[in-house]
């Protein structure tokens, strides 16, 4: 059993209540969303894993374990808030609270138009949720302006795999294939850390004979389970992928009739690959020949490989192009769409895939449509009761809408749902000055998280044990999430919430939904004919058969776990080549900021630390955040193991406590990001925008470490 994951879950908590109460539902965490068990009452309830979930089996995360200890939590919202003039929170009624809701969005669109407010959602709501904000702020409020955290996490790879492949959904195979691929080839991603029920399937795979190959600037606990790790300077993926494309091809290990057969773009690709022969893509990237040549060669020998990419690539300025130069290998070697192969990403929020699906990124409608699309358009309307020109357009991506908040032309009104951005977005000190600008922020949460704190009203919400709903794994599997407590007096659930607010503004008769299963079957209506077709999903089948892959056109539909054995939802059928070559990130090293800084992931934690930091056990393993700095780098500033260091990049300061590890680069620091105020790594990263999918540089840009005496000095 590995120390990151287990099935003897009893034996981690400290609490066994003698009741028999016993619910299924699911993690409220990562995209694997393991199946759980709970039991006991919300004051005294204990997880456990559901054995029988053919997705985790069993298996468990120490998150996952302690997942229970926010339902009852001493911080839990359970009143609406408004803040008072000297800038502390009252409490007020749901009616009162409902109609300064309101009035904050009527007063706001009748002074600046209906884009004056905006919309924040979530990829941790549910299914439902999601369809029913995108919904609420094209028809109630007729925004264009609706965009979610997803954007930072999966729309470099989402974007990526529709130009390629036609259709994004994260992994395009089921899990149950990983352990048979002969080569996996992990690219961006700590696994043991960040899904470590994951890993049981990797272990199968190794133990089966199969080779593991790890790209990653760290040698992370994932990267130590490897067969070969290829250390790259962070954001030279394309130059990796090329050279890795150069070898494959230079060596005849690619699939010519594939190639013929099922893709197209392949010369354009090729001529930019034969540029990057070994020798060059060694000195951009720091991976040698020899272990170009050793990946190389274990991936064009294999019968099966798969490529699977993360943030690590993905949360780069050009995280869309090096999606597509690694789908490039995955297509040379013929093996999209092939049994134990082919290309996939690692969602990472808890309903990241679900959530980009139905209609709460700026330019998405449900059945994850297009919406400058017109026959998605009519589509849409005839479903909702509108007419097709009532629809807004698109609007503009997550980073591009906070970065407008308060100006002239942009947002003056916020409604944020299940996001904490005062700490999630890059250079998060803008933003968080940019939230204040705003004639209103309000934000439904269960905490009064950091973004909270900053709202003029607060509306508290349901949390994932208290709710019915769907949820989308990272495989494309639709889940149930069944309720096991029913929600604190005072608290109601984003359903009731926007319904409520629809009917306040005189659209009520288009949200006439009481319940999570009513909203399920419109989404699914709406999704019918669309690349995410939900149209063949019900509640019931969900149960039955322990999720349903979608596409699921029909009743009779068993769904599609396994997409492209057949073709390609391109125009032409055929999957796309690329010609991409490498770009330089947004920033580089120079005398100024002579580092390279990276965030991520740790065990303990997720995402901005809302939940896990108010966990004691798991804050008790990792209280604060850190630095790693190589031995050679901490020598060369003189620090020692424990030492308090000031990070500066162009756009902010933070602290941070030193952990020096031969796992880092010399020339990069890493720190998590789960952390605010000063502790927050956020205030330094870089908003550079990919071109096509708006995603933030998150996992890249340059940084100083600060002298220690001159840090001695202020304090």
């Given at each position: 059993?590995?120390?990151?994951?287990g099935?003897?879950?009893?034996?981690?908590?400290a609490f066994?209540?003698?009741?028999?109460?016993?619910?299924?539902?699911?993690c409220p965490?990562?995209?694997?969303?393991?199946?759980?068990?709970?039991?006991?009452?919300?004051?005294?309830?204990?997880?456990?894993?559901n054995?029988?979930?053919?997705?985790?089996?069993?298996?468990l995360?120490?998150?996952?374990w302690?997942?229970?200890?926010t339902?009852s939590?001493?911080?839990?919202?359970?009143?609406p808030?408004?803040?008072?003039?000297?800038?502390?929170f009252?409490?007020?009624?749901?009616?009162?609270a409902?109609?300064?809701?309101?009035?904050?969005?009527?007063?706001?669109q009748?002074?600046?138009?209906?884009?004056?407010?905006?919309i924040?959602?979530?990829?941790?709501?549910?299914n439902?949720k999601a369809y029913?904000?995108g919904?609420?702020?094209?028809?109630?409020?007729?925004t264009?302006?609706?965009?979610y955290?997803g954007r930072f996490c999966m729309?470099?790879?989402?974007?990526?795999?529709?130009?390629?492949?036609g259709?994004?959904?994260?992994?395009?195979f089921?899990l149950e294939?990983?352990?048979?691929?002969?080569?996996?080839m992990?690219?961006?991603s700590?696994?043991?850390?960040t899904?470590?029920?994951?890993?049981?399937?990797?272990?199968?795979q190794r133990?089966?004979?199969?080779h593991?190959?790890v790209?990653?600037?760290r040698?992370?606990t994932?990267?130590?389970?490897a067969?070969?790790h290829?250390r790259?300077?962070p954001?030279?993926?394309t130059?990796?992928a090329?050279?890795?494309l150069?070898?494959?091809i230079?060596?005849?290990?690619i699939?010519?009739?594939?190639?013929?057969?099922?893709?197209?773009?392949?010369?354009?690709?090729?001529?930019v690959a034969?540029t990057?022969?070994?020798?060059?893509?060694?000195?951009?990237t720091?991976?040698?020949?020899?272990?170009?040549?050793?990946?190389?060669?274990?991936l064009?020998?294999?019968?099966?490989?798969?490529?699977?990419?993360?943030?690590g690539?993905e949360?780069?300025?050009q995280?869309?192009?090096n999606v597509?130069a690694y789908i490039?290998?995955?297509?040379a070697?013929?093996t999209v769409?092939r049994?134990y192969?082919?290309y996939?990403?690692l969602t990472g929020?808890?309903?990241?895939?679900?959530?980009?699906?139905h209609?709460?990124?700026?330019?998405?409608?449900?059945?994850?449509r297009k919406?400058?699309?017109p026959?998605?358009?009519h589509?849409i309307?005839k479903?909702?009761g509108i007419?097709?020109?009532?629809?807004?357009?698109?609007?503009?991506?997550?980073?591009?809408?906070?970065?407008s908040?308060?100006?002239?032309?942009?947002?003056h009104?916020?409604?944020?749902?299940g996001s904490n951005?005062?700490?999630?977005?890059p250079?998060?000190?803008?933003?968080?000055?940019r939230l204040k600008?705003?004639d209103?922020?309000?934000?439904?949460?269960?905490f009064?998280?950091?973004?909270?704190?900053?709202a003029?009203i607060?509306?508290?919400?349901?949390?994932?044990?208290e709710?019915?709903?769907?949820m989308?794994?990272?495989?494309?599997?639709v889940?149930?999430?069944?309720?096991?407590?029913a929600p604190p007096?005072?608290v109601?659930?984003?359903?009731?919430?926007?319904?409520e607010?629809?009917?306040?503004?005189?659209?009520?008769?288009?949200?006439?939904?009481?319940?999570?299963r009513q909203?399920f079957k419109?989404l699914?209506r709406?999704?019918?004919g669309?690349?995410?077709?939900?149209?063949?999903?019900?509640?019931?089948k969900?149960a039955?058969?322990?999720?349903?892959f979608?596409?699921c056109?029909s009743?009779?539909?068993?769904?599609?776990?396994?997409?492209?054995q057949?073709?390609?939802?391109?125009p032409g059928?055929?999957a796309h080549?690329?010609a991409i070559?490498?770009?330089?990130?947004?920033?580089?090293?120079?005398p100024a900021?002579?580092?390279?800084?990276t965030?991520?992931?740790?065990?303990?934690?997720?995402?901005?630390?809302?939940?896990?930091?108010r966990?004691?056990?798991l804050l008790?393993?990792?209280?604060?955040?850190?630095a790693?700095?190589h031995?050679t780098t901490?020598?060369?500033?003189k620090?020692?193991d424990?030492?308090?260091?000031?990070?500066?990049t162009?756009?902010?300061?933070?602290t941070?406590?030193?952990?020096?590890?031969?796992?880092?680069r010399?020339?990069?620091?890493?720190?998590p990001?789960?952390?605010?105020?000063?502790?927050s790594v956020?205030?330094?990263?870089?908003p550079?925008l990919d071109?096509?999918?708006?995603m933030?540089?998150f996992k890249v840009?340059?940084v100083r470490i600060e002298a220690?005496?001159?840090?001695?000095?202020d304090?």
């Amino acid at each position: 059993m590995s120390i990151y994951w287990g099935r003897n879950v009893q034996k981690s908590v400290a609490f066994q209540p003698s009741t028999h109460r016993h619910v299924a539902t699911h993690c409220p965490y990562c995209a694997f969303q393991c199946g759980m068990h709970l039991q006991g009452s919300r004051e005294e309830a204990y997880a456990s894993g559901n054995a029988a979930f053919p997705v985790n089996k069993g298996g468990l995360c120490i998150k996952g374990w302690t997942a229970p200890a926010t339902l009852s939590h001493p911080e839990r919202l359970q009143t609406p808030l408004v803040r008072q003039p000297d800038g502390s929170f009252a409490p007020l009624s749901w009616d009162e609270a409902l109609a300064k809701v309101v009035h904050a969005f009527q007063n706001t669109q009748q002074r600046y138009g209906p884009d004056a407010v905006g919309i924040f959602g979530g990829g941790s709501l549910t299914n439902e949720k999601a369809y029913l904000l995108g919904k609420f702020a094209r028809v109630a409020l007729r925004t264009s302006h609706i965009d979610y955290n997803g954007r930072f996490c999966m729309s470099s790879a989402a974007a990526a795999s529709i130009k390629a492949l036609g259709i994004d959904r994260g992994l395009p195979f089921p899990l149950e294939d990983i352990p048979h691929a002969e080569v996996i080839m992990l690219i961006g991603s700590n696994l043991a850390e960040t899904m470590p029920p994951f890993m049981q399937y990797i272990e199968e795979q190794r133990t089966l004979g199969g080779h593991l190959i790890v790209v990653d600037p760290r040698f992370s606990t994932t990267a130590q389970a490897a067969t070969l790790h290829l250390r790259l300077t962070p954001a030279s993926d394309t130059a990796l992928a090329n050279g890795l494309l150069h070898i494959l091809i230079r060596d005849g290990l690619i699939d010519q009739e594939y190639i013929r057969t099922r893709t197209e773009g392949f010369e354009r690709a090729r001529a930019v690959a034969s540029t990057y022969w070994p020798e060059r893509v060694e000195r951009i990237t720091g991976v040698t020949e020899k272990q170009l040549q050793q990946a190389a060669h274990l991936l064009g020998s294999a019968r099966s490989a798969m490529m699977l990419t993360a943030r690590g690539a993905e949360q780069q300025s050009q995280g869309v192009n090096n999606v597509l130069a690694y789908i490039n290998i995955a297509l040379a070697l013929g093996t999209v769409g092939r049994p134990y192969s082919g290309y996939g990403c690692l969602t990472g929020q808890g309903n990241g895939q679900g959530g980009r699906e139905h209609g709460q990124k700026a330019d998405q409608l449900p059945g994850y449509r297009k919406i400058d699309d017109p026959e998605a358009r009519h589509h849409i309307a005839k479903i909702w009761g509108i007419p097709e020109p009532d629809l807004p357009g698109p609007g503009q991506s997550a980073y591009e809408m906070l970065n407008s908040l308060g100006e002239q032309d942009g947002v003056h009104t916020l409604l944020v749902m299940g996001s904490n951005i005062a700490v999630s977005t890059p250079h998060s000190l803008r933003i968080q000055e940019r939230l204040k600008r705003l004639d209103c922020l309000i934000v439904a949460d269960f905490f009064l998280s950091e973004t909270a704190r900053l709202a003029d009203i607060v509306l508290p919400v349901t949390q994932w044990a208290e709710e019915e709903g769907t949820m989308t794994n990272l495989e494309g599997r639709v889940l149930l999430r069944r309720p096991a407590f029913a929600p604190p007096a005072g608290v109601r659930t984003e359903i009731e919430i926007l319904c409520e607010l629809a009917h306040r503004l005189g659209k009520g008769s288009y949200f006439p939904f009481t319940d999570a299963r009513q909203v399920f079957k419109e989404l699914c209506r709406a999704s019918a004919g669309g690349p995410a077709d939900y149209s063949g999903i019900t509640y019931e089948k969900i149960a039955m058969h322990d999720g349903v892959f979608w596409p699921c056109p029909s009743a009779d539909h068993p769904g599609t776990p396994r997409l492209f054995q057949q073709g390609f939802p391109t125009p032409g059928g055929r999957a796309h080549f690329h010609a991409i070559q490498h770009q330089p990130p947004a920033e580089e090293p120079d005398p100024a900021f002579p580092l390279y800084l990276t965030t991520g992931r740790v065990l303990a934690h997720y995402q901005s630390g809302t939940q896990t930091r108010r966990v004691p056990r798991l804050l008790s393993m990792q209280p604060e955040p850190y630095a790693e700095v190589h031995p050679t780098t901490a020598r060369q500033y003189k620090l020692t193991d424990g030492d308090h260091i000031k990070l500066t990049t162009r756009r902010g300061s933070a602290t941070f406590k030193v952990k020096i590890t031969r796992t880092i680069r010399e020339d990069t620091l890493f720190v998590p990001f789960h952390w605010a105020g000063d502790q927050s790594v956020n205030r330094l990263t870089n908003p550079a925008l990919d071109p096509i999918s708006r995603m933030p540089e998150f996992k890249v840009c340059a940084v100083r470490i600060e002298a220690v005496e001159a840090l001695e000095e202020d304090a």
